[in-house]
Structure formats: C-alpha cells, structure tokens
C-alpha cells in the first residue's frame, strides 16, 4: 500500500501542475478591416515558465509589428496569483478567415483563435494623405423607426499627437444613442504609410420616421512638434501644432412601423430574439400552498434593455402570482447592442389537481429578414397533490350526483329536513331567551381575545410575518365570522391580508411591515368587533330584577 501510495503522489502532483499550466489567447477583436493590426493576448499564471513564447508560427500569415510583456501580481483573499502577459501586435497579409497558430511556450501550447479580414473600407483619396483625418460611418443606409443602427468614427493619424485630444459629444435630435464598448486603438497602413486609428461605435435609436441626420464630428488634437529643438525653442513654449479635423455629414433614411405589425402588440425591431424559462425548484412534485419561482428572461439583439416590454403575467386560476422586480442588462457585441430582461414571479399553488399555464408569445420584426416573427413558450401544466400540513376543503363540486345512491340521497333529504327544523328550534329558544335576565358566562378556555390581540400587536409592530400570520389565526377561530368574511367585507383588512401573504411567499419578506395589518385590525367597525368578555359592557347586573 505504502509503495502505491509514493508511485501515485509524483503523477498527482504533474497532473495538478499540467492542469495548472495554461497558456490563453485571446484578441480584442475578431473582425478587422485588411491592413489593420490586431492585439493577439498569450496569459499564463504558471511562475516557472520563463523566456518568451514561440512566434515562429505566426510568420505565414502575420506580420509581427510589436511585442511586449506585462507581469502582474493580484492578491484575492489573501492568496497571491501570479500572471504574465504577451501582448503581441499583429498585421494579417491576406483577407477572409485567418488562423492565428496554437503557439508553444515550455510544455504547454495556445489554442487557435480565426479572425475576418475584410477588404478596407477606407478611401485611399485626398484624405488619406494628410496627417489627421477622421471617418464616419454606418452599418446600414435605412433602418426601421426604434431599430438600430450602428455609427463608427475612425480617426486616422500618421503622425504622434498629445495626450490632449478631444471628440464632439455624439448628440442627435429625435434619437437615443448608447455607446458601444470602449474605444480601441490599433494600426493600419494606408499606401504604405502606419497609422495609428482610434475607434469609436455608437448605437443609434431614431424615435421618428423621416430623414434622419448625422451631423459631422469634430476632433482636435495637438500634433507633436517634429521640427528641431532650437527652432522649438525659438516659437515660444507651446510644442506644437493644434489641429482639427470632422467628419462628413451622414443622412439616415428611417422607415415606419410595417402595416403588417399588429396594432396590439409592442414595437420590437430586432436582429434576432430569443425567449426562455426556468423554475426553481422544478414543478414536476408540487404541493398546495408551495412556493415555486418562475423566471422568464428575454434576449434580444439590436434594442436595449430599456426598450424591452414587460412579458406577459401568469394570471391563472388556482395560482396566486407575487412578482419581483425586472432584471435589467446590456451587452455590447461586433454587431451591436444586446439587451436582455429578466422577470421572476412566485407562484403558490391555492387548490390540487391540474392548472394549465398559457403559452407566453412574443410578437417582434426581425429586421434582419424583414419580415414578422413570433417566439413562445409551449403551454404547461401544473399537477399539483394535496398537502398533507394543511387543511384544504373538498370543493363539494366535486361530488358526481350520478353516482350517489337512490337510498343514500333519500337519507340526505331527511337529515336536511331535521337540521332545518332543529335550527328553527334553535332560533325559536334564543329569541325567547333574549327576554329572560341574563346570567353568568362560563369560564372561557384558553387565551382571552385581549391577550390574542395583544399577541398580534407584538408580531405586527415586529415586523414578523410568520409569527403575526399565527396570532391572526389563533384569534381569528374566536371571532363570530372567518377571517375571509371580515376580509369581505373590509377592504383595508383584504388589502394588509394581501401584503402579509406576499410576504410569506416572495423574497421581499424582510422588508414587510405589519403596521397596517394591525391599524385594520383595530379599524374593524364595532358592530362585527367580538366583545371582550371581561369588559364592562359585558357584565350581566348583579340584582336582576
């Protein structure tokens, strides 16, 4: 055992190292024009790795304009993590799909990462010679009204600028516009010459049909002085040269809702659009009264998050529906904007048996292959089994009258007949006994209702929904009527009853306050209020005459 045991730890300990010696690639972006660099990234956490790795590879393909190396040294929960990064500055040589090589350092190799060199879309014109220049353009020349439309500036240098350089705020009337990512900066040749381009996309929402117009971006920057120093020194202090440069104006042409689009539904341009659900826990064993999360998030490609419409609620009988705020959230892709929403709502089973969830249909225009499209969720049902823990009454429905006996029946209808006459006994003796003199009550059993509603005053000013929901049923089962009939017929007492209940069954209970449960406790009119029997009011005369 002990032999097995020391042949075993050294292959342990290699796998962990090998598992623990990565090396990771990664490009800051996968699409580029032809003549344009991209940043290829090699990172790997292993601290006996040393020297640099293997670029050979890259020869065919690249060109290696620039290496460098960062060493970082993060501390996470007291623990050290190590880290060197390559950062290597490549110039494809051909267009189309291009494999950047799996690259070897020691032992361990980069997987491969395919970038899209597409042909330049840059003018080689006038512009192209000097030493400053800026580009702007669109993805597409008309878009939907509400729809995307995406809007890069590309400004083009040849020679060094300052630190100082500055762009217009992109403002346009009658749009939204939400910048896309962070700016970029790589090379690019241009007629043999190295420019250095700084990028910038934005997201552009037209809120009205029409023409839509762009108007041209100015950019300024100081140049740096390439003349001699002495002849610097002789200009006086400022070291260079101010320049200013703007775009052409752009017209957008922007299109109106389809005449197909339903007049009902939401307005919903998109590039695409996907729906889905999930449950926690799943609802395959569900009982009464259980809590069951249901969380329908929407994903959509081209609009914000903000744009998104709230889904339909799950309005069924049977189910009481507690819902949670919207989750909001954007992502920013090669293709634009990508905004989700996220909506949770607590179900709580009221009765067994089958309860049949709706199909959740969204309506959207995929402006992609301009036409109409629907997304849904198929219809679900729900089996839902008695709960062993609570009381639930039988409805009386569901008795089948076709299978009751002749005999059985017959018995009902006397019985009925005896209890009717039995209460109307009943009611004749309390009449007559509302004129004979009152005397002693019995000794009541258990708590009085002072102490009851004293319980539920400590729970509610608590703001503890469990313990206020059994110090309401406890007094509750001494009142003369149900708590649903005070319900009834007391709309402060329904609305706090409401918000106790979805207390007990979201995750907003923390934040429940009982203050106006118990202010429509104490508000229940006089006339359906049981009497404290050691009141005043209560006491029969001591001499009855």
């Known amino acids: 055992m002990t032999r097995f045991t020391v042949l075993l730890l050294p292959l342990l300990i290699y796998t962990a190292t090998a598992h623990a010696a990565e090396l990771i690639a990664s490009v800051d972006r996968s699409r580029l024009n032809s003549g344009e660099t991209v940043e290829l990234t090699l990172e790997t956490s292993d601290v006996t790795q040393f020297g640099k790795p293997d670029l050979t590879p890259l020869e065919p393909l690249f060109e290696v304009r620039g290496t460098r190396q960062v060493n970082q040294l993060n501390t996470l929960s007291g623990d050290n993590r190590a880290t060197t990064r390559w950062i290597i500055t490549l110039l494809p040589k051909e267009n189309g799909s291009v494999l950047i090589p799996p690259l070897q350092l020691g032992d361990v190799q980069s997987q491969p990462i395919t970038v899209q060199v597409v042909e330049s879309d840059v003018r080689e014109d006038k512009n192209s010679l000097d030493p400053v220049f800026i580009e702007a353009s669109l993805d597409q020349s008309s878009v939907y009204v509400q729809a995307q439309a995406i809007l890069t500036l590309r400004i083009y240098h040849s020679v060094s600028l300052y630190d100082d350089s500055s762009l217009t705020p992109l403002q ?5 516009v939400e910048q896309l990512g962070d700016t970029r900066t790589y090379e690019k040749d241009i007629n043999g010459v190295r420019h250095g381009v700084i990028e910038m996309r934005y997201a552009i929402y037209p809120q009205h049909s029409g023409l839509l117009t762009i108007a041209p971006q100015t950019f300024s920057a100081t140049l740096v002085e390439t ?6 020194t002789a200009q006086g202090p400022k070291p260079g040269k101010l320049m200013r440069v703007s775009s052409a104006q752009i017209p957008l042409t922007v299109k109106p809702k389809p005449l197909t689009y339903p ?3 939401p307005w919903l341009p998109a590039r695409s659009l996907s729906l889905s659900e999930s ?11 259980d809590s069951l999360t249901r969380s329908l998030t929407l994903k959509v ?7 998104l419409p709230a889904m339909p609620a799950t309005e069924v009988n049977g189910l009481r529906r507690y819902p949670d705020q919207p989750v909001l959230s954007n992502q920013s892709s090669d293709r634009g904007l990508i905004g989700s929403r996220e909506e949770r709502e607590a179900l709580v089973p009221s009765r067994s048996g089958l309860i049949d969830l709706p199909t959740v249909d969204v309506v959207w225009w995929n402006t992609f292959e301009d036409h109409l499209e629907h997304t849904s969720l198929p219809a679900r049902t729900l089996q839902v089994a008695n709960n ?4 639930v009454d039988t409805p009386t429905g569901s008795l089948q009258p076709s299978a009751v006996d002749n005999d059985v029946l017959w018995w009902w209808k006397l019985s009925t007949l005896i209890l009717a006459c039995t209460t109307l006994l009943g009611f004749g003796l309390w009449w007559r006994a509302r004129w004979q003199p009152a005397i002693l009550r019995a000794t009541q059993t258990g708590p009085s209702p002072r102490t009851l509603m004293d319980d539920i005053k400590r729970a ?3 703001n503890d929904p469990h313990a206020t929901r059994q110090a309401l049923d406890a007094w509750a089962r001494q009142q003369p009527e149900t708590l649903a009939d005070m319900a009834a017929r007391f709309v402060p007492l329904s609305d706090a009853l409401d ?3 979805g207390a007990l069954y979201s995750e907003t209970g923390q934040h429940w306050q009982g203050e106006d449960l118990w202010r429509a406790i104490r508000t229940i009119p006089a006339a359906e209020r049981v009497q404290d029997p050691v009141g005043d009011s209560g006491l029969p005369p001591l001499y009855p005459k």
Not at 172 to 176: E, L, S
Not at 227 to 232: K, L, V, Y
Not at 279 to 289: A, D, I, R, S
Not at 301 to 307: C, F, K, T
Request: net charge negative; no cysteine.
């Open 172 to 176: 346009i009337a009658d749009a939204r």
């Open 227 to 232: 003349q001699p120093a002495q002849d610097s």
């Open 263 to 265: 007049i009902d539904a």
């Open 279 to 289: 449950w926690n826990p799943e609802p395959e064993h569900t009982q009464v009264g």
């Open 301 to 307: 490609e081209g609009l914000a998050s903000s744009q």
């Open 388 to 391: 062993p823990s609570l009381q």
């Open 460 to 462: 509610s000013q608590a």
């Open 499 to 501: 918000g106790l209940n």
